[in-house]
């Protein structure tokens, strides 16, 4: 078996450093074509990661009339919490919406004091379940539950829940889509730079056969040096978008609340770095696999 590999090595060796323009242009193309892939695949995960924040953000506010009694509060929160719709009802009080108000905005703390108590009124911040946050179900919230007793307004922005629905649909319907045009872009260009640098050792491989290797002596080289220039690739990929996320990343967390609190492992998962390492490593093999198996093949 040994004595089967070391040849293998070696020659494998030596046809990635026989050509090294050859081979320089297959490492550097599954680079390029890896690293547009993986920058889709990061584009589509985080625009996913911030518009799933985004839609947690979305509530409805449920205002209580000033003279609301405990019962009528209980009420609301109760039929709020047994809701399907519903994922979370948060309750806040005339005094905690005065606070929020004084740190919010300083320096008018001191001119909603002199107000009187009914411009903060008692409400509950309604957050939807995923699976509901439609306009849809947003109205039909408000139309239930703007008779309750003692509800002096409920207040939601429908155009905005219109405008995040219709952003997740065009993720899901597109999204894909775009996703399998550039795997298959990738493998189309991985195999025509693979099968330039098996065409340009044609004489090797057919003074290797007239000696007698058989197929699989005269693949295996191949083979091996094309799941290195996939790996190197696309090892060159992930550096390349490590070094992006770093730029880009920050800059977004700082214009979107919604995404500051997001860090490396979550805006750049290890699992999409390891499938473009693995990935690419695939694509050089295959990509070889078919390239010299096409010279093997001829008479």
């Given amino acids: 078996m040994t004595a089967w590999v070391l040849p293998v090595l070696r020659e494998a060796r030596d046809g990635l450093t026989r050509h090294p323009a050859l081979t320089a242009l297959a490492t550097l193309s599954m680079a390029v074509s890896l690293y547009v892939l993986g920058m889709f695949l990061l584009i589509a995960w985080n625009v996913r990661l911030t518009t799933t924040a985004l839609g947690r953000e979305l509530q409805m506010q449920v205002y209580m009339r ?8 209980e009420t609301i929160r109760q039929g709020l919490r047994s809701d399907d719709a519903v994922a979370e009802a948060r309750l806040v009080t005339a005094d905690e919406a005065r606070r929020r108000f004084a740190e919010r905005f300083p320096r008018l703390a001191g001119l909603s004091e002199g107000l009187g108590p009914d411009l903060f009124p008692t409400s509950f911040e309604v957050v939807l379940r995923e699976s509901h946050r439609g306009p849809e179900e947003a109205e039909r919230l408000a139309k239930a539950y703007r008779v309750g007793p003692g509800v002096d307004e409920i207040r939601f922005d429908r155009g905005w829940f219109e405008r995040l629905t219709a952003l997740f649909d065009l993720f899901r319907s597109g999204g894909y889509g775009v996703g399998a045009l550039l795997v298959l872009a990738v493998m189309v260009t991985v195999g025509a730079i693979v099968r330039l640098t098996v065409l340009a050792r044609r004489e090797e491989i057919e ?3 007239l000696v007698g290797a058989t197929d699989a002596f005269v693949a295996a080289p191949f083979l091996l040096e094309g799941l290195l220039q996939g790996l190197l690739g696309a090892g ?5 978008l490590l070094g992006v996320h770093g730029l880009v990343v920050p800059r977004l967390a700082s214009a ?10 979550d805006t750049l998962p290890p699992v999409l770095l390891l499938s473009l390492l693995g990935g690419g490593a695939t694509i050089g093999l295959l990509a070889s696999a078919l390239a010299v198996g096409r010279a ?4």
């Fill in 207 to 209: 003074i290797m056969k």
């Fill in 296 to 299: 093997l093949r001829r008479p």
């Fill in 66 to 73: 000033p003279g609301a009694d405990a019962e009528a509060i």
């Fill in 256 to 265: 979107f609340a919604a995404a500051g609190g997001l860090g490396l492992a």
């Fill in 236 to 240: 060159a990929a992930v550096l390349a």
